[in-house]
């Protein structure tokens, strides 16, 4: 089975400076997805950034990015130029197809809590 | 993209009833996915809904507790029944578009007292 680790439970960082939140995760799996959602007091999941295993570059959403390590099965989100808008709860997520067509799994860790300082 | 509507938003129900929870996908889709997100924690699949066919549910969770229909490719409800005070949770429904990500309803916050 797959599991998602967030090891820090609760971050916080002054508005315009940088943050990264960590991520590791265990598979056997070669081909699946990785995500990092946030989940804002509002309750509605939005995707802030995704990335294909098979990809060796690192996805970029804007102000977003993401360091993806394969082999030591890592995928740490880093924020820049933080924004008091980012506050929120952030859960990494894996996905890999199980069995035939179009069924996934979905395995969310635990969430970091983010809060952004004026 | 999909646009998913969840609907109730919240709830305040009595121990004992059952609520349904409806979500309307605007486009078809295969699978349909149920969370429950208890206070303060992560994501936890209750079952996956496929169209035609009975849900299969994650261990812990049974069919009785949570009955869930499929009518179409693009709606499905999840029931939770004979509540009792530990069913107070945010259940979010969900799709995945082949090779995008998973998409969300907003939520429904229910608290049974």
């Known amino acids: 089975a797959q599991t998602v680790t967030q090891s820090q439970p609760e971050m916080s960082v002054q508005e315009a400076e940088t943050v990264t939140l960590s991520c590791t995760y265990d598979?056997?799996?070669?081909?699946?997805?990785l995500f990092w959602y946030k989940q804002p007091p509002s309750r509605q999941m939005i995707l802030v950034i995704r990335q294909e295993a098979y990809k060796q570059q690192n996805a970029t959403e804007n102000r977003f990015s993401v360091n993806f390590q394969k082999a030591a099965k890592s995928f740490s989100l880093k924020i820049s130029d933080s924004q008091l808008g980012d506050t929120a709860m952030y859960f990494c997520a894996f996905m890999k197809q199980v069995g035939g067509g179009s069924n996934y799994k979905l395995t969310f860790g635990k969430g970091t809590l983010l809060t952004v300082n004026p | 993209s999909a646009v998913i509507s969840q609907k109730p938003s919240r709830d305040i129900c009595q121990r004992g009833t059952s609520l349904t929870i409806q979500c309307q996908v605007d486009?078809?889709?295969?699978?349909m996915f149920w969370y429950r997100q208890q206070p303060g924690q992560s994501l936890t699949l209750i079952a996956t809904a496929n169209q035609g066919s009975e849900a299969t549910y994650e261990s812990g969770f049974v069919i009785d507790k949570f009955p869930i229909s499929r009518p179409n490719l693009t709606f499905s409800t999840l029931t939770v029944s004979n509540m009792s005070p530990e069913d107070s949770s945010i259940y979010l429904c969900s799709v995945v578009r082949l090779d995008t990500e998973a998409f969300f309803g907003q939520g429904t916050r229910l608290t049974v007292v």
């Open positions: 598979t056997s799996e070669n081909n699946y997805y």
């Open positions: 486009s078809q889709v295969t699978m």
